[in-house]
């Protein structure tokens, strides 16, 4: 991350993360200009803005935009749907693939697991909890969760501490040694958007604007979907 002096600010919903740093963040600053991200689940993100921190852009879940858009946070015409995310599971590099390819095969490999990683504030873990006693696993797989307060849930997978990781597909890639194993079957599957806005008072509004234009660009569709993200534009 840049130094934040003479940088565009900008706070970022994780899942972008391996797209952002491969290929937006380098385009963006190939002209010269530079970019202080502060990455951190959407949650987290809210409670900062709300807290009165302040940044230039801001790239959130696609209802914390909405709130964010009624609130009169953001410039609502600056706008932009970038990157549809999909809930996956992960295991360490090498190790065999569960199936997870129904919900019964999903719910097996759950409740067979050592111990399952997902986050307390980010979207995916939120998500997770929920569908947990809609399976009627939420006793069976707590019990033995390792559940981080944020970041990359499948970290735990090369330290040993779990054996299965639950997070957005783009999340769980971002970490080296590990394999997606796939995504949640479609039944159980959410697809949640991610939106960028400028907010209002930014002190580099240009350069938050240049930002936000790179965000649509062919290349940035290319580095999505190489991240396991899909375009939303």
Request: proline share 6%.
């Given at each position: 991350?840049?130094?934040?002096?003479?940088?565009?600010?900008?706070?970022?919903?994780?899942?972008?993360?391996?797209?952002?740093?491969?290929?937006?963040?380098?385009?963006?600053?190939?002209?010269g200009?530079?970019?202080a991200?502060?990455?951190?689940?959407?949650?987290?993100?809210?409670?900062?803005?709300?807290?009165?921190?302040?940044?230039?852009?801001?790239?959130?879940?696609?209802?914390?935009?909405?709130?964010?858009?009624?609130?009169?946070?953001?410039?609502?015409?600056?706008?932009?749907?970038?990157?549809?995310?999909?809930?996956?599971?992960?295991?360490?590099?090498?190790?065999?693939?569960?199936?997870?390819?129904?919900?019964?095969?999903?719910?097996?490999?759950?409740?067979?697991?050592?111990?399952?990683?997902?986050?307390?504030?980010?979207?995916?873990?939120?998500?997770?909890?929920?569908?947990?006693?809609?399976?009627?696993?939420?006793?069976?797989?707590?019990?033995?969760?390792?559940?981080?307060?944020?970041?990359?849930?499948?970290?735990?997978l090369v330290?040993g501490?779990?054996?299965?990781?639950?997070?957005?597909?783009?999340?769980?890639?971002?970490?080296?040694?590990?394999?997606?194993?796939?995504?949640?079957?479609?039944?159980?599957?959410?697809?949640?958007?991610?939106?960028?806005?400028?907010?209002?008072?930014?002190?580099?509004?240009?350069?938050?604007a240049?930002?936000?234009?790179?965000?649509?660009?062919?290349?940035?569709?290319?580095?999505?979907?190489?991240?396991?993200?899909?375009?939303?534009?």
């Amino acid at each position: 991350m840049a130094d934040e002096q003479n940088a565009t600010r900008l706070k970022c919903a994780l899942v972008v993360r391996g797209a952002f740093d491969a290929q937006v963040v380098p385009a963006f600053e190939a002209s010269g200009a530079r970019a202080a991200i502060h990455w951190a689940p959407t949650t987290v993100i809210m409670k900062a803005l709300e807290a009165g921190e302040t940044a230039d852009a801001v790239l959130v879940l696609s209802d914390a935009m909405d709130r964010l858009v009624a609130e009169g946070r953001v410039e609502p015409e600056t706008r932009i749907d970038a990157v549809r995310s999909r809930y996956g599971i992960a295991v360490k590099a090498g190790a065999p693939h569960p199936d997870i390819t129904t919900v019964e095969a999903l719910k097996r490999t759950l409740t067979e697991a050592r111990s399952v990683a997902y986050s307390r504030a980010g979207a995916s873990g939120i998500y997770f909890a929920g569908l947990l006693p809609r399976l009627g696993l939420a006793e069976a797989v707590n019990a033995r969760a390792t559940i981080i307060p944020q970041g990359f849930t499948a970290e735990k997978l090369v330290s040993g501490e779990a054996d299965i990781a639950v997070q957005q597909i783009s999340e769980l890639m971002v970490v080296p040694g590990i394999e997606v194993v796939g995504p949640f079957p479609e039944p159980v599957q959410e697809v949640t958007t991610f939106a960028a806005a400028i907010l209002r008072g930014a002190t580099d509004r240009a350069g938050a604007a240049r930002f936000l234009a790179g965000l649509t660009t062919p290349e940035a569709a290319a580095a999505y979907r190489a991240s396991g993200l899909e375009p939303a534009f």
